[in-house]
């Protein structure tokens, strides 16, 4: 059996330890886990079979930005570039469609829609784009 996945983490067979005695916590990506934990920078995923554990380098509970910036980075970049590209694109629809001559409610409407389409596309192009190269690098 193999003791390290592919993305760094330690495996723990539950037969090493099969309770965690840990308040679980929303913190972090599950990644397909049952739950997950954490005791300060240690981050612990429960799996049917196993746990996989790795350390984080800020505690997100006692620095979530810090966290974000330095641990995981994909999530700030795909937030930054929905809000970003989410508004622009509202911003040119709203105004589009006023020049149309449509009205205010349904120029927001529609530009809501559109830049939230946009947005939420632009996030998750760069939150993949980012963990894909954070993987790469370890």
Do not use: W
Request: aromatic share 8%; proline share 4%.
């Amino acid at each position: 059996m193999e003791f390290i996945d592919g993305e760094g983490n330690i495996i723990v067979p539950k037969a090493v330890r099969p309770i965690v005695d840990l308040k679980e916590t929303a913190f972090g990506s599950k990644n397909g886990a049952r739950k997950q934990y954490r005791y300060g920078n240690l981050h612990i995923r429960e799996y049917d079979n196993h746990y996989t554990v790795h350390m984080d380098r800020v505690d997100p509970l006692k620095n979530p930005l810090g966290h974000l910036l330095v641990d995981a980075p994909e999530y700030l970049a795909g937030a930054a570039a929905a809000v970003i590209v989410g508004r622009r694109v509202a911003s040119a629809a709203y105004s589009r469609r006023k020049q149309e001559g449509k009205s205010g409610r349904y120029a927001a409407i529609e530009a809501a829609l559109a830049g939230y389409i946009a947005g939420s596309s632009a996030g998750r192009l760069l939150y993949d784009a980012t963990n894909n190269l954070k993987k790469r690098r370890k």
